[in-house]
């Protein structure tokens, strides 16, 4: 089976249909994806499946990955957090890292660089690079796709020198836009239903994954997988777990996640979580290693409720795998969240610990509602959140970028 | 000869923010004709969950996020297809909402929980390689037509066609008498209110409905 049939299989034959009609407009168009890491991360996650599957649909895709140094690497992560609004900034030696990295990035990939019609840069890390082209005929593609909506000021000033000269750029949502002298499209990020984190399980596997992590699979289970972060609010999770416990003597609450071995904050976050949790035997702590997708697949597909409690978020794509596993999801009432999470259909959106549990009762009560919820909630993913949608995002905006900047393009 | 189109709906950010009604009044003036398109148009592209209340962006953003239900009543009932252009739309837009501002001075200190973000939009239009050379052609043809095939020729057409119609309608008219009462049906469907996969199901029953010879859907 091609890799499309499988796409068609979960996404729909009309989803992968319609993309094999976009992209017929841009067939064999040379189309290169450059980021920093070829493992590990959101981006590197859906360029993966990503490329495979715009060269089964007859694009000339590749993916080119950067070559960095550790203050290269320790520059790019300063700049991540201050475009996320913390306020830091590198020094001068640091930006010149940064600039060395991409000078030598872009003597490497001249050739390559210089001969696509479309480049996709994602991110700060490899923003520079199109420093060195200024003879370039293709069209350059910046994607951000971290919350620049309020950046430390210094980092976004510096940041613009290098992207204000793309052709476009890619924001995830309308509210992370920065004004920049090119079209901004929008463009919310995906998941892959075919990949570990997303695809179908044995229920036997799943069974047994979550056994390991603690969870009876024959009592209610709500599940938190993220990162162990403030924002992210495990212990508001803990608060609501309690509240509604009395109510629900049989529940069980798992917060699973990774990040705190190469973070000092996260380590900081799962020591106050493992403190609030205590000796409660129906909570489980699960620090994750990285990549571990098949885990975190695994006790979704476990979970009666799929939780994603943040008090600041950009796009969730917790939430969205949520949905892809019919789970209905509590969320915070911030960010992205508030676009995926509709209440009463695909979940609720709550703003404190007592409305998380209110919510926790609410689902745990009536398990055809939940179950309901949880089939609309699949199939607003297969329609808004797959990698199917993004590609054709990226075709579309392909073949506006190739034929010029009017309202309506006929292209044939 | 009928042949089907299809099209891919890109949005662009304009970062043009509006948190009161002043600044979407200001909004609206200023930017370009394609947000209003967008803003009217190109929800009914997205999933919908349950009834549809308020048919553009800023009518459910007035009730939802200001929580004015007078003025978000009065932008939902404006329909988008009965404007010759979307100057005129504008221009209406406009007024509603400074009439209700002028007799209730209150809407200027409202402020939004969620700011409304300006959006414009580029189609990509393309043929889609199936052709129909009669109604019963056609009418074959619909149930596999996509949802955003639909969107061009029934919706989107009532924009781009100068008398308004929708292209199915407007094809048939080079047909004869008989199929006059199928376009007077057509014309009857009110799309605003359900999804396009339920659209498309209409559009199959009314076809069947109306042409001799097709087994009923």
């Not at chain 1, 009560?365 to 939940?370: C, E, G, N, S, Y």
């Not at chain 2, 662009?12 to 398109?37: K, M």
């Not at chain 2, 501002?101 to 959006?119: C, E, K, M, S």
């Not at chain 2, 008498?177 to 799309?191: M, N, S």
Request: glycine residues 8%.
């Amino acid at each position: 089976m091609t890799l499309l049939e499988r796409y068609a299989e979960v996404a729909g034959r009309d989803v992968v249909e319609h993309l094999r009609q976009l992209a017929g407009l841009l067939k064999g168009a040379r189309v290169v994806h450059v980021n920093a890491t070829a493992t590990g991360g959101g981006v590197a996650e859906i360029l993966a499946p990503l490329i495979p599957l715009s060269r089964e649909l007859g694009l000339d895709a590749r993916w080119e990955v950067l070559d960095g140094t550790p203050e290269f690497f320790a520059c790019t992560k300063l700049m991540h957090n201050a475009i996320q609004g913390k306020r830091a900034a590198p020094d001068e030696q640091a930006l010149r890292a940064y600039e060395e990295v991409n000078a030598g990035n872009a003597a490497r990939l001249t050739g390559v660089l210089n001969d696509a019609e479309f480049v996709f840069v994602h991110d700060p890390q490899p923003a520079a690079l199109i420093r060195h082209f200024s003879k370039r005929s293709g069209h350059w593609i910046w994607r951000c796709h971290i919350d620049a909506s309020h950046p430390d000021s210094r980092v976004w000033r510096y940041l613009q020198t290098h992207v204000a000269g793309y052709d476009a750029s890619v924001f995830s949502l309308p509210a992370f836009v920065r004004a920049l002298p090119h079209r901004s499209y929008v463009i919310p990020p995906a998941i892959d239903p075919l990949g570990d984190k997303n695809r179908d399980l044995p229920d036997e596997q799943v069974r047994s994954i979550c056994e390991r992590n603690g969870l009876d699979m024959n009592r209610p289970r709500i599940v938190q997988i993220s990162r162990f972060d403030w924002f992210k609010d495990p212990l508001g999770v803990i608060a609501a777990y309690r509240i509604a416990k009395p109510f629900l003597p049989e529940l069980q609450l798992l917060l699973a996640g990774g990040g705190a071995s190469d973070d000092p904050e996260g380590v900081e976050v799962l020591r106050a979580v493992r403190e609030e949790a205590g000796d409660d035997p129906d909570i489980h702590v699960a620090d994750l290693p990285p990549g571990d997708n098949v885990t975190v697949n695994a006790l979704q597909r476990g979970a009666d409720i799929v939780v994603q409690k943040s008090l600041r978020e950009g796009f969730g794509l917790t939430v969205a795998e949520g949905f892809w596993k019919g789970r209905p999801v509590i969320g915070g009432d911030t960010g992205g969240i508030r676009l995926q999470v509709v209440d009463h259909h695909t979940g609720f959106l709550v703003a404190s610990a007592e409305g998380a549990a209110l919510r926790i009762r609410y689902l745990l009560h009536d398990d055809a509602r939940r179950q309901r919820m949880g089939e609309k909630a699949r199939e607003f993913a297969r329609r808004s959140f797959l990698l199917t949608r993004q590609l054709r995002e990226y075709l579309t905006l392909m073949v506006a970028l190739q034929r010029g900047a009017e309202e309506r393009i006929g292209a044939d | 000869m009928f042949v089907v189109r299809d099209c891919a709906v890109i949005a662009i950010a304009t970062a043009r923010q509006a948190n009161t009604v002043s600044e979407l009044l200001d909004g609206i003036a200023a930017s370009p004709p394609e947000s209003l398109y967008y803003h009217f148009w190109t929800g009914l592209l997205q999933m919908r969950f349950g009834e549809r209340e308020y048919n553009n962006d800023f009518a459910g953003w007035v009730a939802h996020q200001l929580h004015e239900r007078r003025l978000a009543e009065r932008l939902a009932v404006i329909d988008p297809t009965g404007f010759p252009d979307l100057e005129v739309l504008r221009g209406t837009l406009m007024d509603t909402i400074q009439s209700e501002i002028d007799v209730d001075a209150r809407l200027l200190w409202l402020r939004a929980t969620t700011p409304f973000d300006f959006i414009r939009s580029q189609i990509v239009t393309f043929d889609s390689g199936r052709r129909a050379r009669t109604p019963e052609e056609l009418a074959a043809l619909l149930p596999e037509l996509s949802v955003e095939s639909l969107f061009y020729h029934f919706i989107d057409a009532r924009r781009r066609e100068p008398l308004g119609g929708d292209d199915f309608s407007l094809w048939l008219n080079n047909f004869d008498h008989a199929v006059r009462p199928l376009i007077d049906a057509l014309a009857a469907i009110d799309y605003y209110f359900g999804s396009l996969e339920e659209l498309r199901t209409t559009l199959a029953r009314t076809f069947s409905r109306h042409l001799p010879g097709l087994e009923s859907l």
